[in-house]
C-alpha cells in the first residue's frame, strides 16, 4: 500500500468544460476516495423571482442551460401551469415533446463528442459534433434559435411550427440516422475505447439505487428509472415509450444506453409527427399565480430527472422558483465511482455523468 | 376547481419527526428526488423533501423558524448533503449530524446567506 497523496483535480480541467473541484485522495496510481466541491459559478438565477414576473422567469430558468434550455423552458411552464391550473392544447404538447426529443438527441451528440475528446478521439468528436450541427440547424429553422429557443410559455407555445416543417425534420434526422450509426458503431466496437469504457467505473443496480441517481446514469446500471414513462409531462404513453436500460453499469453501459436513446429519440419524433392532431397551440393565460399555490413536477431532461416547483404569491411574482437538475443527483454516484480507480479514468468517470455544473449551480 | 394535473401530495411533518418519518420511508424503498428551502415570511422557512417511489411522489412539509437547527437526513440518504449543504449557504439553515458539512463552503457566494430575510 502506497503513500496517500491528496491531488486536485480542477476547477479547471480539459475534460471539463465548467468548473468541479474534485480532491482525489490516492495510494500510487488508485483513487480511494474523491471529495467533490462546486459553487464557482452559482448565478442566483432562482433569487430572480423577486425581480422577474412569472413568464419572464420562464426564460430565466430556460438560460440555466445552454443544452438541456428547451426542457428548463418546458419545466418552468409546466410548474406555473400546474400552479395556476392551466390546461393547453393537445397540439403543444405534441410540439413540447417532439423539441424535446429534438434537445435529447442534440445533448447526446454534443456528449459523445465530449466524450471522445476525453479520450483524446479528436476526428470521432468533431464528426459528433459535426452532425449535431445538423440537429440546431433544425432548431434554428423551427424556433428562430440555436442554444435558447423562448418558443415554449405558459398556456402552450409561442408558435407553431407547421406539419411540412415537421415532415422535413423527420427526414433530415432520417437522413443522419446512418451516419450517426456508424459514429456510435465506433463507440460500441473500437478496441481503444473498449479498453477505456468497458469494466471501467462500475456502479451497482443497489449502489445506483442507494445513491439515488437518475438518468442514463441510473438505467446504466440496470433500473428503469425514467420520467417519460409518468403522465406527468407530454405524449409519452401515446407514443408506446420503453426505457432504454443497460445492465453492466459501467461506462460503455452508460455510453450505449445515451447512443440507443439517440435512435429512439428520432423514432419517438417521427411517431408525433404522424400523430400531431390539428388545431391551436396555446390558451390564453390570464391573472396570477394564487398566494399559495404550488405545483411540483418532474420532467425527464438529457442527464435525467429534474425537479420545477412554482409557488404563488398572489401577485405577478412568484415566491419561489425551485429547479433541482439531474447532475445535483448523479454527483455521489460519480464519488462512489471515483472510489478504487486509475487516476488516469478518472476524467472520462466525471464525464461518464455528463456532468452540467451551470445546471446544478444556477 | 378540479386540478387537470398530476397528483400533488405535500404532507406537513413536524421537525422533531422529520429524522424519523424520513428514515420510514427509506425503508418503504422511497428515493430522495430533492431538498429544497422557501421563504414563507421574515421569520419562517419551509423545507420541502420529495421522495420518489415507482414514479409516484411524496412530498414532505416542514416548518421551520429562520434560525432552527435541523437534523440532517445524510445517514438515512447520503446523497442529501448537496441539499443540506446549498440550504445552509443559501438560507442559513443548519443542519446537525451531517455525514458530510462543508461548513459554509459548498457555494461561493459573495453575499451570505442570500435568502436568508433581512430584518
Redesign the interface.
Known sequence: MGKKTIIPFGPQHPVLPEPIHLDLVVEDETVVEAIP????I?R?LE?LVEKKDYNQMVYVVERICGICSFGHGWGACLAI??AM???IPERAEYLRTILHELGRIHSHLLWLGLMADGFGFESLFNHCWRVRETVLDLFEKNTGGRVVFSICKVGGMRQDISDENLKEMVEVLNGIKKEIKSLTDVFINDTSVKNRMVGVGVLTKEEA????AVGPTVRGSGVA?D?R????HGVYGKLGFEPIVEEAGDCMARTKVRIREVFQSIELIEKAVSMIPEGPVAVNVKGNVEDGA?????LEQPRG?A?Y?A?GAGSKFL??M?V?TPT??N??ALVKTLQGCDLADVPILVLTIDPCISCT?R | ?E????E?V?EPVELSRIFSRVADLKAEGY????I?G??LDDDNYEI?Y?F?KG?K?L?LKLDIPTDAEVESITRI???A???ENEIH?LFGVKFNHSELD?GG?????SETT??KPKK
Do not use: A
Open positions: 466541491s462546486i459553487g464557482y452559482h442566483g433569487k401551469e400546474g391550473n392551466v390546461e439505487e442507494e445513491l439515488c428509472q420520467l414513462l409518468t403522465d406527468t404550488e405545483y411540483m413536477v418532474r430527472e425537479f416547483y409557488r415566491k419561489r425551485r433541482r445535483n443527483m454527483i455521489p449551480e | 376547481m386540478s387537470v394535473h398530476v400533488q405535500f428515493r430522495l428526488g430533492q429544497c422557501v421563504v420541502i420529495s420518489d414514479h411522489l412530498n440518504y447520503w446523497p448533503f448537496i441539499y449557504d462543508y463552503t459548498f457555494f461561493k457566494v442570500p435568502w
